[in-house]
């Protein structure tokens, strides 16, 4: 059974960073795209950053030039960098893996910038 554990949340002051984690934890192969998404209170749930088997990455726009989404196969860890946080950014973030049948999530982790 595959299962995602997201950590490295927090609270933050506008402007500041934080650094995200997920570690997949189960038989899941290096080559399943995955992804980082956030859901703010009253909102639908979107997609922030992407990364492909390969290595190519996609972003919402409005987090280009500050977040950048990265992995590590071999410890099955998909990292997101969050630089220059704004207020709006505050969200639950999930990870998510995608698989045969489905996607699978993690539990999610709160972030929060005060402005």
């Known amino acids: 059974q595959v299962q995602l554990v997201e950590a490295g949340g927090g609270f933050v002051q506008a402007g500041g960073s934080l650094r995200l984690f997920c570690v997949v934890s189960?038989?899941?192969?290096?080559?399943?795209?995955m992804g980082w998404h956030r859901q703010a209170p009253g909102k639908q749930r979107e997609l922030v950053a992407h990364?492909?088997?390969?290595?190519?990455?996609n972003y919402v726009d409005s987090v280009k030039g500050r977040f950048t989404i990265s992995k590590n196969n071999a410890k099955n860890t998909i990292y997101l960098q969050m630089n220059s946080l704004k207020p709006e950014d505050t969200a639950v973030y999930y990870c998510?893996?995608?698989?045969?049948?489905?996607?699978?999530w993690g539990q999610g982790t709160q972030v929060t910038v005060s402005s």
């Open positions: 990364i492909t088997s390969g290595g190519s990455t």
């Open positions: 189960g038989r899941i192969l290096s080559r399943n795209p």
């Open positions: 998510s893996v995608e698989v045969i049948g489905g996607t699978i």
